[in-house]
Nanobody, 125 residues
C-alpha cells in the first residue's frame, strides 16, 4: 500500500515562491509516474506536472516556465517548486502516483493509483 503525504502549503503573496513536498512510503514499484494535481474552488481537478522514475518531466501550460517538479529517490520525496505565483494558482495541491509505467505521458488523474490528501496553497494579490 502506497501512502503519500503532502506538505509545504501556505499563504504567499503574488510573485513569491513556495515549495511543496510529498513524502511517499510503500513505493516499491521499479517504474512509475508521480504527479502534482490541483483543484481550485469550484473547478475540476487538473494536472500540473509529472515526473517518471528516470527523472523525465512534463508540465501543463499553467505550470510551464514557473513550476519545477523534482524528486529525491533516496528520500522517496517529490517536490514542486512554485515561482512567480499568481492568485489563480490558489488551490488544493495533491500528489499522486501511477504505478508500473515507464513514462508519464499525458498527465491524467484517471491514470493515478494512489493520492495524498492535499496541501492548501493560497496566493494573495
Amino acid at each position: 500500500q502506497v501512502q503519500l503525504v503532502e506538505s509545504g502549503g501556505g499563504s504567499v503573496q503574488a510573485g513569491g515562491s513556495l515549495r511543496l513536498s510529498c513524502a511517499a512510503s510503500g513505493l516499491t514499484a521499479s517504474s512509475y509516474c508521480m504527479g502534482w494535481f490541483r483543484q481550485a474552488p469550484g473547478k475540476e481537478r487538473e494536472g500540473v506536472a509529472g515526473i517518471d522514475r528516470a527523472g523525465r518531466t512534463s508540465y501543463t501550460d499553467s505550470a510551464e516556465g514557473r513550476f519545477t517538479i523534482s524528486q529525491d529517490n533516496a528520500k522517496n520525496t517529490l517536490y514542486l517548486e512554485m515561482n512567480s505565483v499568481k492568485p489563480e494558482d490558489t488551490a488544493m495541491y495533491y500528489c499522486a502516483v501511477e504505478l508500473w509505467t515507464l513514462s508519464c505521458g499525458r498527465l491524467g488523474q484517471e491514470k493515478m493509483d494512489y493520492w495524498g490528501k492535499g496541501t492548501l496553497v493560497t496566493i494573495s494579490s
